[in-house]
């Protein structure tokens, strides 16, 4: 177990990352490289040392004209995993995943937080692309539907 202490996790962190604090906003940030693209992951201490929160920045833009499809399809993403966290936030243009996890006694499992850390990056590397296509006006969510629903059929 580690404390839920930025510097204990940062430590325990940086044997598999390069994991830094960002003192500012007392966070550990770890920069991950997934397909061409850097993916940045925040941790966070939250809830009076309760919660862990992990959020995971996806290198994209979103265009206006496709906010809409974009919602529509992360919802849907959302509904077909078993740990959900896609969000958006329309007013900073960012497309993110987040996930809470929760500490006991003010300590978080060792296994736990690597295991989540390897799902974060497994998930970004999965879902990117077509968020990356939906979000940039490649395709609608529409299309991703159509696509979902053919391979399905195969």
Known sequence: MIPLELTALQQFLSQKFDAKIQEETKQ????????KYEFPLFIKITE????????????????ESSINDLSRLLHFINKEMDI????????????????????????????????????????????FPVILA?????????????????????
């Open 84 to 127: 959900p966290g896609f969000c958006t936030n329309e007013e900073a243009n960012v497309v993110f995943y987040r996930v809470m996890l929760p500490a006991h006694e003010k300590q978080i499992s060792k296994d736990v937080l690597l295991s989540i850390i390897e799902s974060i990056q497994t998930v970004a590397d999965t879902f």
């Open 134 to 154: 939906v979000s940039e006006g490649y395709t609608t969510y529409q299309e991703v539907v159509k696509k979902v629903q053919e391979a399905k059929n195969e």
């Open 48 to 63: 009076g040392e309760h919660l862990l929160q992990l959020l995971l920045f996806l290198p994209n833009q979103i265009r």
């Open 28 to 35: 550990i940030y770890i920069i991950f490289k997934i397909q």
